[in-house]
């Protein structure tokens, strides 16, 4: 049970809280940005909130935390590979209005993210020390 919530909590960092933080005038309403950027961005949403409910009913319904695990670090793995790389193509965690949201001195995203990745692998080695894997 303990491994099937700390997948969990992950697959909510991205399928839940990530829309709630986007879906406003700082990202999907941004007037600022290209109509194109903000069709991706929503698609973007869409698409990782779909693969989340799915990944919440592998977990829940099938048992199959290993694959829900996988398509955690998918999602979270593009996103962090998106921030490494985001001085090659000009991206940034800084909003339009100058700030970025920060945890513990850390951008909210990567905080969260690498800790979803953390948790699904820990949730993985724990269902593997107790043989139900």
Sequence with gaps: ??????VTVGIVFYAVVVPILEINDTHVFNQAWAPHARLHETWQLFTNTAIGAFSVWLVWGK????LASLL???VTGGFL????LRDGYGGSMVLTDG??????????????????ILLAGL????QKRRGTA
Excluded at 123 to 126: D, H, Q, R, T
């Design 123 to 126: 949730a993985v080695l724990i």
């Design 1 to 6: 049970m303990l491994e099937k919530c700390l």
């Design 81 to 84: 590979m998106a921030y490494w």
């Design 99 to 116: 700030s970025e949201k920060m945890i513990v001195g850390i951008n909210l995203g990567l905080f969260a993210y690498l800790l979803a």
């Design 72 to 74: 955690t670090v998918f």
């Design 63 to 66: 048992d199959d935390l290993r």
